[in-house]
C-alpha cells in the first residue's frame, strides 16, 4: 500500500463523548455565550467533585492557570521560583512573565519528574545567595514557589517534595496540566499542594478545545483566582480598580463541551492504560525498550502519554530517531520527549541543579500515539512497524542465536 493512503494515527486526539453539542446547544438557547453563566458553575462544581479540591476556577488556558496560580502565591519581580526543567515551556513561561527568576531542576529516574534531592540543593543555593541569573548573582532568599510537574499523566514524588517544600515553608503549585484523573497515594494530581493546574487543551486526556483550571482547597485563592480573572473589578456601580486584573475566564460554551468530557474521563483514562498495557506487553520481549512505568503502588497515572526509552547499544543500533522515522514512514506520529529548559536557547542561561538525567530522558525518550480513541487496528499497524525494527532484539531470537 502506498504511504499516504494510510490515515493519520496521531499522538493524542481530540475525542468527542458525543454530549458536547447538547451543552453547546443549551448554552446557546440561554444566550449565555459569555466567559459566564451556569454550565462554568457546573463544570466547576463538578471538576472539584472528581479531584476531591474543595474549590476551583475555570480558565481560559492550563498557562493562564499557572500564571494566576504564582501571581495569587505572591511571586513578584526578581523572586526564585523552582520548576522541573523537563517538561513542556508553558510550566516555566509565566515564571518569566511575573520578572521573576526560574531556578530549573532535574528529573529523578523513577518518574522523570522533579528530583527531591536537587530541589533541596536548588533551595539551599538560593538562600545562600548562590544562583546566578542573566541579570547576575542573586540576593540571598527563600523561593517564592515550587512547581512539580506530573509528566506525561506520571505523578510526581509527591510525598518527598512535599516533605522538602513545608520544611522550608514554600507554598507548592502543581503542574497537572497532563495528569487529571492521575493521583498519588489515592490523591488528585493537583490537590495535594496550594494549588493546582489542570489543562483542557486540544491534545489532554479531555478538552474543552483550549481552556485550563486552578483547583485549590483554599477557599480565599480561588475567590481571589476569579476576582483577577475578570479584570479585577473592586465592588462598586462604576468600574473601580485597584489592582491589575487578568481576563482569563472559561466561555461557557467551552464550560458546556467540558462538562460532557468530564462526564467520561473515567473510561478515557482506562483506555489509555489499555494502550499502556499493550505497549508494555509489546516491549517485555524487546531488548533494549523500556515502557516508564509506575514506581509503586502509591503511583496511579491516567497514562496520558506512553512514554519509552530506547538504548541503542541494547536494541542492535536503533536509535529513538530511527523508530520515530519508521513510524512516520507509515502516517504514525510519535514525539521525542520535551526538551529540558535548561537545555533551550530561551532559558539556558538560568540556574539549573541537575545530574543529566533529564539529558539522557531528552535524548532517548520518546512518546507513542496514546489516543484515547486508538482502535484495534491503529494499534496493529504500530506493532507492525516495531516487528520489522526489532526483529532482532527479541529475547527468544537472542536465545537461539546462543544455543546455536
Ligand atoms: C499543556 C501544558 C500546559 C499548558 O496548558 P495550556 O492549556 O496548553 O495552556 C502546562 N504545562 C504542561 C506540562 C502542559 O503539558
Redesign the pocket.
Known amino acids: 500500500m502506498e504511504q499516504s493512503l494510510k490515515s493519520k494515527i496521531w499522538l493524542s486526539s481530540p475525542h468527542m463523548s458525543g454530549n458536547e453539542l447538547t451543552y453547546i446547544e443549551e448554552a446557546f438557547r440561554c444566550n449565555w455565550v459569555a466567559p459566564v453563566g451556569p454550565h462554568i458553575d457546573v463544570f466547576e462544581k463538578d471538576l472539584c467533585d472528581y479531584t476531591g479540591a474543595a474549590h476551583s476556577a475555570v480558565l481560559s488556558?492550563?498557562?493562564?492557570?499557572?500564571h494566576l496560580g504564582l501571581s495569587l502565591l505572591g511571586v513578584k519581580t526578581d523572586d526564585y521560583v523552582l520548576t522541573q526543567s523537563l517538561?513542556?515551556v508553558?510550566?516555566a513561561n509565566p515564571i518569566k512573565y511575573l520578572g521573576a527568576t526560574p531556578v530549573f531542576i532535574d528529573s529523578e529516574t523513577d518518574t522523570w519528574n522533579m528530583c527531591p534531592v536537587q530541589l533541596e540543593r536548588a533551595i539551599l543555593a538560593c538562600l545562600k545567595g548562590d544562583v546566578r541569573s542573566p541579570k547576575g548573582k542573586g540576593e540571598p532568599k527563600l523561593p517564592k514557589a515550587i512547581i512539580p510537574?506530573h509528566?506525561y499523566g506520571m505523578p510526581a514524588n509527591m510525598s518527598a517534595i512535599m516533605e522538602v517544600a513545608n520544611r522550608y515553608g514554600i507554598p507548592v503549585l502543581e503542574?497537572a496540566?497532563?495528569a487529571l484523573g492521575s493521583s498519588y497515594a489515592q490523591q488528585s494530581c493537583g490537590a495535594m499542594g496550594k494549588c493546582g493546574?489542570i489543562?483542557?487543551?486540544g491534545?489532554?486526556i479531555i478538552t474543552t478545545s483550549?481552556?485550563?483550571a486552578l483547583i485549590s482547597n483554599d477557599e480565599e485563592l480561588i475567590k481571589n483566582a476569579k476576582f483577577l480573572a475578570t479584570q479585577a473589578k473592586d465592588v462598586a456601580q462604576h468600574y473601580e480598580h485597584s489592582q491589575v486584573g487578568y481576563n482569563y475566564r472559561l466561555s461557557n460554551v467551552l464550560a458546556g463541551v467540558g462538562i460532557a468530557q468530564l462526564e467520561v474521563i473515567d473510561d478515557r483514562v482506562a483506555a489509555r492504560r489499555s494502550n499502556f498495557e499493550f505497549y508494555k506487553a509489546y516491549f517485555s520481549d524487546i531488548d533494549g525498550v523500556e515502557v516508564l512505568e509506575e514506581p509503586n503502588s502509591k503511583y496511579f497515572s491516567n497514562r496520558w502519554l506512553t512514554t519509552i526509552k530506547i538504548s541503542s547499544e541494547r536494541a542492535m543500533g536503533i536509535t529513538r530517531d530511527d523508530v520515530m522515522a519508521a513510524l512516520a514512514f507509515e502516517n504514525i506520529e510519535s514525539r521525542p520527549i520535551w526538551k529540558p529548559m535548561h537545555m533551550q536557547p530561551l532559558y539556558s542561561q538560568y540556574p539549573y541543579f541537575g545530574s543529566g538525567v533529564s539529558e539522557d530522558i531528552f535524548e532517548t525518550g520518546l512518546c507513542l500515539p496514546s489516543g484515547s480513541n486508538l482502535s484495534a487496528a491503529d494499534l496493529l499497524r504500530i506493532s507492525n512497524v516495531f516487528d520489522e525494527l526489532f526483529q532482532n532484539c527479541r529475547y527468544d531470537q537472542r536465545k537461539v542465536a546462543v544455543n546455536f
Do not use: P
Open positions: 488556558s492550563g498557562t493562564a492557570a499557572i517538561t513542556f508553558a510550566s510537574v509528566l503542574d496540566a497532563e493546574v489543562s483542557f487543551n491534545n489532554k483550549s481552556g485550563g
